[in-house]
Nanobody, 114 residues
Framework: QVQLVESGGGLVQAGGSLRLSCVAS????????MGWYRQAPGKQRELVAD???????DYADSAKGRFTISRDNAKNTVFLQMNSLQPEDTAVYYC????????WGQGTRVTVSS
């Protein structure tokens, strides 16, 4: 069974940091590009950061300089280090895995208070 499980969300004050994790099972993790997306209330889901099988990364403009995506293929895990969080970063954060097929996790909620 293919599964992505996110964790690490929570409540943090503006300027704080969080590290999200997404553990994959049921897939050959190293063959999948991985991404972090977020969906704020009333808004569409949007890309935050992406990392390819080769380790190349891409970030939304809002994430550049503050967020870092990384992966550990030995642990089937992708991370999102988020620094200098702002209230506008409040959202449910989802990871996805893609390699021909697309798999989504259930999301982890991040709330940033001002």
């Amino acid at each position: 069974q293919v599964q992505l499980v996110e964790s690490g969300g929570g409540l943090v004050q503006a300027g704080g940091s969080l590290r999200l994790s997404c553990v994959a099972s049921g897939i050959t993790f190293s063959l999948y590009h991985m991404g972090w997306y977020r969906q704020a209330p009333g808004k569409q889901r949007e890309l935050v950061a992406d990392i390819t099988t080769g380790g190349s990364t891409d970030y939304a403009d809002s994430a550049k300089g503050r967020f870092t995506i990384s992966r550990d293929n030995a642990k089937n895990t992708v991370f999102l280090q988020m620094n200098s969080l702002q209230p506008e970063d409040t959202a449910v954060y989802y990871c996805n895995a893609r390699s021909g097929v697309l798999v989504w996790g259930q999301g982890t909620r991040v709330t940033v208070s001002s």
